[in-house]
Nanobody, 120 residues
Framework: QVQLVESGGGLVQPGGSLRLSCAASGRIYNIHTMGWYRQAPGKQRELVATAATGVTKYGDFVEGRFAISRDNAKNTVTLQMHSLKPEDTAVYYC???????????????WGQGTLVTVSS
């Protein structure tokens, strides 16, 4: 069974920084993409950042404030967030497009989510 487990959410003041981490575990054959999405109350889930081999993508709202990094050897992905704004408040979900050992294709997997609250 494959699991994605996030850590690092919490309360931070506007302008502050926060670091989110996610580890994929289980019987994984290969990982194509890892990244982060977020969902604020009353809004749709949106892309924050993803990292595939040689390719990174960021949501338009990021504007250079966040940085994603992957450790392929450890099956982890990290999101470093700076200059946080109240509108960044959301549940952040780890995302993985991966192939389990018993699988024949890449499928999407999600973590349980971690809450980030930006407030004074």
């Amino acid at each position: 069974q494959v699991q994605l487990v996030e850590s690092g959410g919490g309360l931070v003041q506007p302008g502050g920084s926060l670091r989110l981490s996610c580890a994929a575990s289980g019987r994984i054959y290969n990982i194509h993409t890892m990244g982060w999405y977020r969902q604020a109350p009353g809004k749709q889930r949106e892309l924050v950042a993803t990292a595939a081999t040689g390719v990174t993508k960021y949501g338009d709202f990021v504007e250079g404030r966040f940085a994603i990094s992957r450790d392929n050897a450890k099956n982890t992905v990290t999101l470093q967030m700076h200059s946080l704004k109240p509108e960044d408040t959301a549940v952040y979900y780890c995302y993985g497009l991966l192939m389990p050992v018993t699988g024949l294709q890449f499928d999407p997997y999600w973590g349980q989510g971690t809450l980030v609250t930006v407030s004074s």
